[in-house]
């Protein structure tokens, strides 16, 4: 069975390694990394590529994944939502899915587990992936039988073509002339609605 962390809006490679599991394993009690796409997600803008990043509270090593705490001193869900309806406010399939975008971001969970969880929930029903999602009850190591361990190896840092998990196929996209792989799944069931199952 796969173990693997809990990811903001993921990259495609997320649901082709999870999409022919029939059960995945979450792990809640890894020590949090910073700059993953635990808390950020990559979108298509009319400019470039863009970040998005859930501010959180007082991360260090010794914090566990399912503790961190979301933080709203500042107001990110309204950034967010803009840069997002800015990016695929014209797409085909923006109008049958904002409202549930929109209320994920916008919920206010306490904790970035929560927050994750909603968010896997929905694009796993758009895509039609039928996983049982799991979340660990203690720590998995690494050598633990039973598991194979995908925890950080899909990162924004190091390109997907090195892993060889998820294999592009190019869609139609709102901006720009050459496709731009391995996005958010914002980017996929906006431009490409019921048919998103079929380019993961």
């Avoid at 919920?107 to 909603?118: C, D, G, P, S, T």
């Amino acid at each position: 069975m796969v173990v693997i962390e809990s990811q903001y809006f993921p990259p495609l490679e997320y649901f082709s390694l999870i999409k022919d599991q029939q059960k995945i394993f979450i792990d809640i009690h890894e020590h949090f990394i910073k700059q993953t796409y635990r808390n950020r997600c990559y979108i298509l803008t009319s400019n470039k590529v863009l970040p998005l990043s859930v501010p959180l509270n007082g991360v260090n090593k010794k914090n566990k994944t399912g503790e961190i705490k979301i933080n709203y001193a500042e107001n990110w869900m309204k950034d967010h939502w803009g840069a997002i309806t800015s990016a695929y406010g014209k797409s085909p399939f923006f109008e049958f899915y904002e409202g549930y975008i929109y209320q994920a971001i916008h919920a206010k969970h306490e904790r970035l587990i929560q927050l994750n969880n909603e968010i896997l929930s929905f694009c796993l029903k758009v895509l039609q992936i039928d996983v049982k999602i799991a979340h660990t009850e203690k720590y998995v190591e690494s050598t633990d039988k039973g598991f194979e361990d995908y925890r950080s190896v899909i990162h924004p840092k190091i390109g997907h073509i090195h892993r060889k998990i998820h294999d592009p196929k190019p869609y139609t996209q709102i901006f720009g002339s050459n496709f731009a792989s391995n996005l958010s799944i914002l980017d996929l069931i906006f431009c490409c609605g019921p048919e998103s199952r079929n380019y993961i």
